[in-house]
């Protein structure tokens, strides 16, 4: 039987051979690392390909990213197992005034928090990556708006067996998930309250599992954000039982050309059959723009349990590329990354 993601790639294949393409633009970005004596050159290839067929009243479009990476381009001896090249979004949208429906291999994110997201259900977004770069899921996607700014989501997701970010356990082969989300403005904000269900592999057993999310941001002078998550799967021989908070703020303080200051907190509770573990974590960021081509940042991630890491960043645009520059520090080693993105 054929998978479905290359039942996926052959639709979308299709699609696009059957059509014009309107637009087509290239984006690159090249990591290089040293760590331990080591100097590791990878290389990140987006080639994104858009077809587009609209009218007034009924919008269609279709859309298909492919990326080709290359691991260690600097080792003389080129091993094929380290060339990838892939599927990054395909999707299909129809979307209205009111309505919005994305079929494919898409991103599904939501919540405010930046570090610390405990709504980090399915993709894997770094915040340190300016291309956000991260896996997707595959799945469709309806979104229902009205005049008073309130959404509705639904999703329904198959065939994404793969452990994701926020998950201790996999999806169960050739299982549907199912969730979805409400927003909703206030005077001061906005809430958001998130479901989700899915079938889970335990180690010997498998079980519902539920989640449970509750979001909002404060859009007033010191601007606050807050999410909490509950998830809760049991068998008749195992269960889970997870709790994570956060609590960020931010604000730019007047000094100089303006210093950004970002703070996030965090509680996690997690309960797998009778051992339980929690901790309490941190994050602190720093922004300092030099001039309007270059910005320096510092971030540190503390934990209760004696956990640190420090990060340096310096960043400088130039006309046609970005280049970034950081230096990591934990448990007494450092590394140092460079990130051209053209």
Request: hydrophobic share 40%.
């Amino acid at each position: 039987m054929i998978s479905l993601k290359k039942f996926s790639i052959i639709l979308i294949i299709v699609v696009f051979s059957l059509n014009k393409i309107e637009a087509i633009s290239f984006e690159n970005q090249l990591i290089t690392t040293y760590d331990n004596n080591n100097i590791v050159i990878n290389n990140n290839n987006l080639i994104l390909s858009e077809y587009s067929l609209e009218n007034q009243n009924n919008p269609i479009k279709f859309e298909m990213i492919n990326n080709l990476s290359v691991k260690d381009i600097s080792n003389i001896n080129w091993d094929i197992n380290n060339m990838a090249l892939g599927p990054y979004r395909f999707t299909v949208t129809y979307k209205n005034k009111l309505n919005e429906y994305r079929l494919g291999l898409q991103q599904l994110s939501f919540g405010a928090a930046k570090y610390i997201r405990p709504l980090q259900w399915f993709d894997s977004i770094n915040p340190l990556d300016n291309d956000t770069l991260n896996e997707g899921v595959y799945g469709l996607l309806y979104r229902k708006y009205n005049k008073q700014n309130h959404t509705t989501w639904f999703w329904v997701l198959y065939g994404n067996e793969l452990l994701r970010i926020a998950d201790l356990y996999r999806t169960v082969d050739n299982r549907v998930e199912v969730g979805g989300r409400y927003q909703l403005p206030i005077a001061f904000g906005e809430i958001g309250l998130s479901i989700h269900r899915r079938e889970i592999k335990f180690n010997l057993s498998e079980a519902t599992e539920n989640r449970l999310g509750f979001d909002f941001i404060s859009k007033g002078l010191i601007p606050l954000w807050t999410e909490h998550v509950i998830v809760m799967a049991e068998s008749d021989s195992e269960n889970q039982q997870i709790l994570r908070s956060m609590l960020g703020t931010d604000y730019t303080l007047g000094i100089g050309n303006g210093l950004y200051l970002l703070t996030e907190w965090s509680y996690s509770n997690v309960l797998i059959n009778s051992e339980t573990s929690s901790l309490i974590g941190g994050v602190v960021q720093l922004n300092y723009p030099i001039s309007v081509l270059d910005q320096v940042s510092y971030i540190a991630q503390v934990s209760d349990q004696g956990q640190a890491e420090h990060i340096w960043v310096y960043s400088r645009t130039f006309d046609f590329f970005k280049a970034v520059t950081m230096l990591y520090t934990k448990d007494k080693k450092a590394s140092i990354a460079f990130y051209w993105n053209y």
